[in-house]
């Protein structure tokens, strides 16, 4: 991929000698350029593209060199779906399933994500933090520069508050991308117990405001499932969200087939999410929307799903697929990214390449970011990732544990 522009003034450095997977939608296989060159001034790709073909003019006397003696470069991965701030964990639920108890009848009896909800509700935000630091910590081995957190296991404004704090603190401090979401909408609070249509007038009239006043959520979640929220009350919410200019997505699909894909595209969602049972009309709705597919194998793994998402329509159909952790301590304890990207394949039979695009180019869309990050192009900010590997299809090959060994990312 180059620049159409040819480019004048040197560059603050120069990647040349790698083999760069740009991930350029359209540009083959990884849009992998053998011995290529990626110049970057500003923090921004000056130009891509092969090593023979590097304007001279970019290389000027203060321009540092990288020589890649064979080495990769990939856009730094993108987590697009965590749940990654709460408190305790659910290793007893774990046991308990493995036991024959099923995901849904835990959540019944009051277990399942209330129990999270009880343990994030007694700790502060300092403790979320601290509970959460060494998760991140992991996500970013694996080369994870931008993630997306939920709220949810909050349940009350102060709480929900508390853990969006909490989320963004954590970027802060890590130095790297958080992308807060508001899940007010993940389960009814023991407080609302068969009143679920009282707790969404709540986080319509209540909660929501408050938290786009803050400016404490860069888009807005829910969980439609018979055990969570119905499509009328998911609905109310997706209109308020509009009225306050917020993009929504959607946990949809994951246990049953609730036309769950179908509402998120009629609000435009940047991406639904699970999509273990979604239908070919569902699927259909998605391409026609542009609406993402988030597929979450952890989960699919960890809940024991009958069926695995519909990747062979999505491939068909042309709905762009994102893989994420949905690192949470129910139904996906997983914090590496690059494990996803594994199962992906393993459980899915995504190709290498799809997992890979799925944590890096279709993640950013999934997030809105595809005009910043996602693929190393002219003009994107220079967010990426240098590999001691022979072929990125590498990453999703290995089950996890492989770092990169630099990770350059402006932010
Ligand atoms: N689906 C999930 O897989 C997570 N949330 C959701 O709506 C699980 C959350 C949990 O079990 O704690
Ligand atoms: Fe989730």
């Given amino acids: 991929m180059r620049s159409d522009d040819p480019a004048t003034a040197p560059a603050d450095a120069v990647w040349q000698g790698f083999g760069i997977a740009t991930m350029a939608a359209g540009a083959g296989p990884y849009g992998a350029i053998e011995n290529g ?7 921004r790709i000056l130009w891509a593209g092969s090593r023979a073909d590097l304007p001279p003019a970019l290389i000027g006397p203060r321009t540092a060199l990288h ?3 064979g080495r990769w470069i ?3 991965l993108i987590d697009c779906h965590t749940h990654l701030v709460f408190g305790g964990n659910r290793a007893a639920e774990f ?3 493995l036991a024959g108890e099923s995901y849904e009848s835990a959540a019944r009896k ?3 994500i ?3 909800v009880r343990a994030t509700r007694a700790a502060g935000e300092e403790e979320l933090v601290e509970a959460a630091r060494p998760r991140l910590a992991r996500l970013m081995a694996d080369g994870v520069r931008v993630v997306e957190i939920k709220s949810g296991y909050g349940l009350t404004l102060e709480s929900e508050l508390t853990m969006l704090r909490a989320a963004r603190a954590l970027g802060r401090a890590a130095n790297i991308e958080v992308r807060t979401t508001f899940l ?3 389960a009814v609070p023991p407080e609302f117990a068969g009143r679920a249509d009282a707790y969404v007038d709540h986080l319509v009239a209540d909660m929501l405001p408050a938290i786009a006043a803050e400016n404490l959520a860069d888009a807005v979640d829910a969980f439609a499932e018979s055990i969570a929220f119905s499509t009328p009350q998911i609905r109310r919410l997706f209109d308020a969200a509009q009225r306050l200019g917020l993009p929504v997505k959607l946990h949809a699909d994951q246990l049953t087939d609730g036309d769950g894909a179908r509402l998120a595209t009629e609000y435009g969602a940047l991406s639904a999410d699970h999509l273990e049972y979604t239908s070919e009309s569902g699927v259909e709705a998605m391409a026609a929307a542009g609406t993402v597919a988030v597929l979450l194998p952890g989960a699919y793994a960890t809940v024991g799903a009958a069926q695995p998402p519909p990747v062979a329509a999505f491939r068909a159909h042309g709905v762009g697929m994102a893989v994420a952790t949905d690192c949470n301590p129910g139904s996906s304890p997983l914090c590496s990214l690059l494990m996803a990207a594994n199962l992906a394949c393993a459980l899915f039979r995504m190709t290498p390449e799809e997992a890979l695009a799925g944590v890096t180019r279709e993640a950013a869309r999934a997030l809105g970011l595809a005009g910043r990050l996602g693929t190393l192009e002219a003009g994107k900010e220079a967010s990426f990732a240098v590999w001691r590997i022979g072929h990125p299809r590498e990453l999703a090959y290995w089950m996890g544990g492989l ?3 630099a990770v350059l990312h402006a932010k």
């Fill in 114 to 116: 209330l129990s999270t």
């Fill in 95 to 97: 046991e308990a399933r």
């Fill in 184 to 186: 007010g909408a993940h």
């Fill in 403 to 405: 770092g990169p060994e």
């Fill in 110 to 112: 009051g277990g399942g």
């Fill in 37 to 43: 060159a990626l110049a970057v001034r500003d923090g």
């Fill in 74 to 76: 990939t856009p730094t």
């Fill in 67 to 69: 020589e890649g003696a």
